[in-house]
């Protein structure tokens, strides 16, 4: 059974810092690229980060560069979203997706397309407060 066990939310300042985690099991980790993405009351999911986890390669929405930086520890099956400088807008649900597209196009591939993901995790809230 495919898991993401997004945790690591909570209640912050402005400029404050969270580090938000994403366990999986059930697949072959190796093989995914991980997202994160988020969901603000009355807006579309977005999506914030992306890691192709066979060779590395991050990528980062505008909004979000130079202040979030996602990583990940393959011997542990997780991902992490280190958030800092955290700003009001930043708040929101935070999901972590698995998407298998890399076993097709290769380890540069990246998408910010919810739909292009297969498997998805509970979210976590962040709120940032002002």
């Known amino acids: 059974e495919v898991q993401l066990q997004a945790s690591g939310g909570g209640l912050v300042q402005a400029g404050g810092s969270l580090r938000l985690s994403c366990a999986a099991s059930?697949?072959?980790?190796?093989?995914?690229?991980i997202g994160w993405f988020r969901q603000a009351p009355g807006s579309e999911r977005e999506g914030v980060s992306c890691?192709?986890?066979?060779?590395?390669?991050?990528y980062y929405a505008d909004s979000v560069k130079g202040r979030f930086t996602i990583s990940s520890d393959n011997a542990k099956n997780t991902v992490y979203l280190q958030m800092n400088s955290l700003k009001p807008e930043d708040t929101a649900v935070y999901y972590c997706?698995?998407?298998?597209?890399?076993?097709?196009?290769?380890?540069?591939?990246?998408?910010?397309?919810?739909?292009?993901?297969?498997?998805w995790g509970q979210g976590t809230q962040v709120t940032v407060s002002s």
């Open positions: 059930g697949f072959t980790f190796d093989d995914y690229a």
């Open positions: 890691i192709s986890l066979s060779a590395g390669r991050t």
């Open positions: 997706a698995a998407s298998g597209f890399p076993r097709l196009y290769g380890s540069s591939w990246y998408s910010w397309e919810t739909n292009e993901y297969d498997y």
